[in-house]
């Protein structure tokens, strides 16, 4: 039986804070389509989590929220700037262009998963031309897809060329409580002018949700028919919203995600492969030949190269140190 | 505080067999997107339900599975045959046009919410012309928006001139359970030509899960893509396929809708208002004016005037008889 | 050899003037993509036609024109509101929903291809929800699609309630050039609120070619990008711009549909079939049934049956008195 | 006032022989969408020059050609194979993209504008997986972007790989005529297994028209429909035929495609600045500083800086011998 404790942190279960709040929501009758008390609840307790007064949506999918976030910044004809190997460039199978009509994505460089400055610079002051899509949003992911996490002031000065020509600005916070335990403050993003945020839920243990919050307001008129349309408004909302209740009011969502970057830290400590980007958040990225990724498949534990070609390790909120000291010690044995 | 028992089938919570087998799936680490034991598992049980060797895929939302079924059926400068009320073409947020690129509806007239045979060949014999969006698809539901049940024959019927031609075809099965508690056999759709069906979990009891179901083999190549693509491949798929193992192993599926359906023709019973369809699955239509259903709101019962003018009461599996009879004693002070 | 001349409005030849001024353009090398003088000067023509300080862009195709300012002007899980029989709802294959990406068309009546004030009225007033697209643009046309004409006292009272909502407004202008010649104001247009105008240059009697004018100045941001993107920003666009040139400097455009318009009224005059729609352009919709037709057909000259069940015969620039006396008698003798 | 005659092929006129042939068939009434006689002419003279039975349409613009094209080849969740500075990339605003709902570019490198054939094997032996779009398409170009010819053979090598796995060939033949002048047998393309050509009639020296050759009879069913809804089934349709009859019938389509050859030759043979790529069609490609081409513009003779950062000069039909000595002379000037 393979074992996929780091293949993702998606792998994992759902945590007891977010399962219990959901069977305790499951009892009467209720309106739909996130009419219902327990959505108005959580919609609640994101917004204090966060210090803002925005609008918040409960959706299945974290692929389409981003997707629908995009397509609400950008027309058809226009372009979003991301990390190169940002998942909505890599890893959602054009799901921007499909929910964006062919919305375009400028691909930026940068190390570690963090945009680099010179480089959106240099995109944002190219000239407006009818054969090229311009670009019209910014899209950041904090904690990056390599496991590092941007500071509310390294997310500033990216974010403040953009809005100064009038962008928007998207937010996917697949992993958000991950860099929340890392230190990033989320209260501070509402001062950043994000103006739509998906809070991860699935990646930190709960059943499969993800949060929008919409803190451009005009963007929330008839938000509830785009989310309807693209098939992300569920009629059984208590489902989606009960999870972030149950890991928001006990602390869980980001105590899970500390517990998580540690787990992330001790396997670094144990890692006998280089490891190429700064642990900061869930997930460590090892160099390691093909021929021994290939043995380590065979010892049975599952692990994915990834797109600069490391391989990643991610840890979760269900990773035990007993599995990180078990991965540890077959790792050493095919170093 | 509103009373949401009959206003549809989507208020009530989900049943205890759909949720301990949720919460039972709930453990260890596991491979993402659909290729876990679990998804196998429920897969398998949805083709001995249904008799038929089909690709099964689990996803979140019944008008994403719908819009997705005639984007794969229909190219965008053609067109599906529907019911003129069917969920896709009146429910859905012009869905089917989203996912599938502008493709047309060609609402066709019926009875009851079934499509009249004489207007479903009148259409089929139209000429292609290019500045009108030609028909390749036929889409059914069974049970209807009007609570009726087509038989496999009055199926097969419809479905008939559609295949001659070539055309694809697909079944909303949102409230199959209910279909089939009312004596539509459920082995037979194999046998129908039926190229796309959605099984509904969400109406029949389940947390929010819709299982596709795809019979023309050539249609599964790269779906899991295309799922992907439309945010409707859940990274956490035993979420979405756990519930239909505990509702299919214990027969709680077809029981809990012939409960449904059973609460329906309670209601009829007791109906002091005139009925206008056939109660054949759990949706009563009765005839009430505006100042009624006023008061009907003003007491406390929530419920819809629908397409027809009628105004619906939907029971679920959650209906009890005790519901019934209060609604039914309120209903007669107010007629 | 079947006889055209009555068949459409595109199936003349194009004027001299427009063919002329064509000519006239093709000499030289010149800057591409509607940044040449040509463009320029066509441009100016038809600001001064209209008197308003405008955009305007030369494309290749009405339907596609039409598609794109109504994608502008709506969100895809929006709708616009537009006459049943409006070209962008009956004619052009859905392209509306395929360059808007699924968005709606709510489908008003109306005697004579006028929209029913109360209708519209009743449209507007219903509730925004979620599972439908509500309308957020008004789709007119003038002159309509049965040969009638609106005054801009009539457009401006289905305007006013929409404009009250913020929704905007298109205007096609497919036979702009005949309503003018039947004493439409072309000056009043700016001062109706329409935001997006598209001047038929192909039905006046051009080569293919149609002006779309950009009343709404925040519309006309990045609007190269998106006729690029939708194939409508012609690379060499001298020759959609110079039939304008040669069509409104020599006052072409409106003497040639006062032709039009006087042709129909004199077929209107030898018409041995009952005239439905006022005849006030340059169509005429007769009630003959379809034995009729077929004989009409084998006489060699070729019309269509309508959307309301009429005959339409259309009348253009080249069609010469000749040639309605001699349909006329043909008519009267299969009457 | 600035020189455009090397900007681009597109900024010249139309060829006499084209508006000749434009003009001849601008007599009477004829049907509409295709379907009148000068387009069968204009299509048999097609399916001449390429020795074979195949479909032809002919259409306004080469950008929605191809992005039909693409979108008939590809599913959205599909990608097509395209050199990374095919025109489909960098120049059309993401029409691809547009046209077919998201469909993915994967972007090939390759010297002087052909894709490099390790680099086409190493993407279609790429393992499909749900989360990246697959290869469905190759899309190919000739005359290449770099003013470089591909041999059938060549070509033949590139799609064998593709076909053996079921996948769809375009071919962009903007500049066909050029690599016809340059050798490359228009005869060979139909044994080349090419699904759907678009043959360039702007760029050619025509006014704005594009020939789809649909090879693939299958592709072809409602194909009408397709160009209708995508705004390229032109209702004029003769002024979009016309120019290739008189090009064809004349033999000029080659002819001044084998004239604007020669002059990019004899610019060659006078540029001070280094060549790039090999000069075997209508552009040349040279090594030239900033300030250099500053110069060179403020000289008043406007071309643009490409895609691989060398300065482009494109010949057509127009170029005269004496403006390629003038430039010569200001381009030593400047050097």
Redesign the interface.
């Known amino acids: 039986m393979?074992?996929?404790?780091f293949?993702?942190d998606?792998?994992?279960?759902?945590a007891p804070e977010a399962?219990e709040a959901?069977?305790a929501a499951?009892?009467?009758?209720?309106?739909?389509?996130g009419t219902d008390p327990v959505t108005a609840r959580a919609g609640d307790l994101v917004r204090a989590m966060l210090d803002a007064d925005a609008e918040v949506r409960f959706v299945?999918?974290g692929?389409?929220?981003n997707?629908?976030s995009l397509a609400a910044l950008c027309?058809?004809?226009?372009?979003v700037l991301a990390h190169e190997h940002a998942h909505v460039c890599?890893?959602?199978?054009?799901?921007?262009?499909?929910?964006?009509?062919?919305?375009?994505l400028i691909r930026l460089p940068g190390a570690s998963g963090k945009i680099d400055r010179a480089a959106l610079e240099a995109a944002v002051t190219q000239p407006?031309v009818?054969?090229?899509?311009?670009a019209a949003a910014l899209s950041l992911t904090n904690a990056t897809e390599y496991g590092t996490v941007y500071t509310a002031r390294a997310m500033r000065e990216l974010i403040q060329p953009v809005k100064t020509r009038g962008y928007g600005v998207h937010l996917d916070g697949a992993r958000l409580a991950n860099a929340a335990a890392a230190g990033f403050d989320l209260k501070a993003i509402a001062g950043l002018e994000v103006d739509l945020l998906v809070v991860g839920g699935?990646k930190a243990g709960m059943?499969?949700t993800e949060a929008v919050v919409i803190f451009d307001r005009a963007l929330a008129r008839?938000f509830?028919?785009?989310?309807?349309?693209?098939?992300?408004?569920?009629?059984?909302g208590r489902?989606?919203a009960a999870p972030f209740i149950g890991m928001l009011e006990t602390g869980a969502f980001v105590r899970h995600a500390a517990h998580a970057n540690a787990m992330a830290r001790k396997l670094a400590g144990l890692m006998p492969f280089p490891v190429r980007h700064p642990v900061e958040a869930n997930g460590l990225f090892v160099e390691m030949d093909e021929v021994t990724l290939k043995r380590l498949h065979a010892s049975g534990w599952?692990v994915y190269r990834f797109l600069d070609g490391s391989v990643r390790f991610m840890c979760s909120w269900?990773t035990t140190p007993e599995a990180v000291e078990e991965l540890g010690e077959v790792l050493r044995g095919i170093a």
């Open positions: 393979a074992r996929y404790d293949a993702s998606n792998t994992a279960p759902a399962v959901l069977v499951n009892t009467g009758f209720t309106s739909g389509y299945a999918s692929t389409a929220a997707a629908i027309r058809p004809f226009e372009a890599t890893d959602e199978t054009g799901a921007p262009g499909f929910f964006g009509q062919g919305l375009g407006d009818s054969y090229r899509q311009p699935t059943p499969p008839r509830d028919a785009r989310l309807k349309q693209a098939g992300q408004l569920p009629s059984k489902f989606y599952f269900a």
